[in-house]
Nanobody, 124 residues
């Protein structure tokens, strides 16, 4: 069983930066893909970024490419999302997720474990 806890959200002005953290308890195996999704009020949960645990391949949603960076710290069993050049449309609850089969998918149903989320609000 894997538990994920996000932190680092907050209120920031447009153009600013934030770094989100996801701490995982339980063993994250080398096959796992770790990802960030976000969900704005009244909208579906959207893919933001993903990282294969073993191979360090990264994937990004089109709306965040070039502005956000996903990374990991194996020793700390943690995943991070560095967000820059933030826009009001980035406002959402950001969720960390783990796919134990390592599909590298951008789809919600492929992910087995989810955190409760951390709120990010970007003011104009």
């Amino acid at each position: 069983q894997v538990q994920l806890v996000e932190s680092g959200g907050g209120l920031v002005q447009a153009g600013g930066s934030l770094r989100l953290s996801c701490a995982a308890s339980g063993r994250i195996l080398s096959a796992y893909t770790m990802a960030w999704f976000r969900q704005a009020p009244g909208k579906e949960r959207d893919f933001v970024a993903a990282l294969t645990w073993a191979g360090s391949r990264t994937y990004y949603g089109d709306s965040v490419k070039g502005r956000f960076t996903i990374s990991r710290d194996n020793a700390k069993n943690a995943v991070y999302l560095q967000m820059g050049s933030l826009k009001p449309e980035d406002t959402a609850v950001y969720h960390c997720a783990a796919d134990r089969y390592g599909s590298g998918s951008r789809e919600v149903p492929h992910y087995d474990y989810w955190g409760q989320g951390t709120q990010v609000a970007v003011s104009s």
